[in-house]
């Protein structure tokens, strides 16, 4: 595999349900992200890791939980989400470090909160 | 609050066209800038990167920037059909933070 591969590619959930996403980086980069994506906004960063540390969190509510276990994989743990959170959630990466270059993109979450 | 401004659009052009695209920003400090193209139902990718003033061509892409006016514009020469997409701008406000606008949707009508 290559690219930026996220999984699942849709995702339907209550209010009360737990579930997370998935993303896995195979281009060997230093730091990857987490971005929202809602209609009619700009992209909205949620979170930055870069080496497995968390660099960045923008404001995010609690019911958003980011895991980085490894440099490859990155986790978006979802529980108590409301209808607002509907949204195309897109994973990213980048080689990091002072000169961070462009993102590369997963083709995203699309996420349905009933 | 350091934004990112593009017209939503649609531009609507007939095919072999130009398309021009403009996008302006409100970080003087930003150092890199980037066009990526997303096609409804898909994930943005990168068309082009600009660090320095003045034009960058790719094939039909061309990038401009200007940082005294803080102004970048994508050109498409030749506009086709299959370049029907949203083009988002994005710039560098710091290590890790790209502040991207909300894109504007080019339609190329054949």
């Known amino acids: 595999e290559t690219g930026v591969t996220q999984t699942p590619r849709h995702l339907v959930m209550g209010m009360t349900n737990k579930k997370s996403l998935k993303c896995e980086q195979h281009l060997g980069h230093n730091a990857m992200y987490w971005y929202k994506q809602s209609a009619k906004k700009p992209l909205e960063l949620m979170f930055v890791?870069?080496?497995?540390?968390?660099?960045e969190n923008n404001s995010v509510p609690s019911r958003f939980s980011p895991e980085c276990p490894n440099s490859s994989h990155l986790f978006l743990h979802l529980h108590t989400l409301q209808p607002e959170d509907s949204a195309l959630y897109l994973c990213?990466?980048?080689?990091?470090?002072?000169?961070?270059?462009?993102?590369?993109f997963g083709e995203g979450s699309r996420l349905t909160v009933l | 609050q350091k934004e990112v401004e593009q017209n939503s659009g649609p531009l609507s052009v007939p095919e072999g066209a130009i398309a021009s695209l403009n996008c302006t920003y409100s970080d003087r400090g930003s150092q890199s800038f980037f066009w990526y193209r997303q096609y409804s139902g898909k994930s943005p990718e990168l068309i082009m990167f600009i660090y320095s003033n003045g034009d960058k061509e790719d094939g039909r892409f061309t990038a401009q920037l200007n940082k005294a006016s803080q102004y970048v514009s994508l050109l498409i020469r030749d506009s086709q059909p299959s370049d029907s997409a949203t083009y988002l701008c994005a710039v560098d406000s710091g290590t890790y933070k790209y502040i991207f606008g909300t894109g504007t949707r080019l339609k190329v009508l054949a």
């Open positions: 990213a990466s980048s080689l990091g470090g002072a000169n961070t270059g462009e993102l590369f």
């Open positions: 890791y870069s080496l497995e540390e968390r660099v």
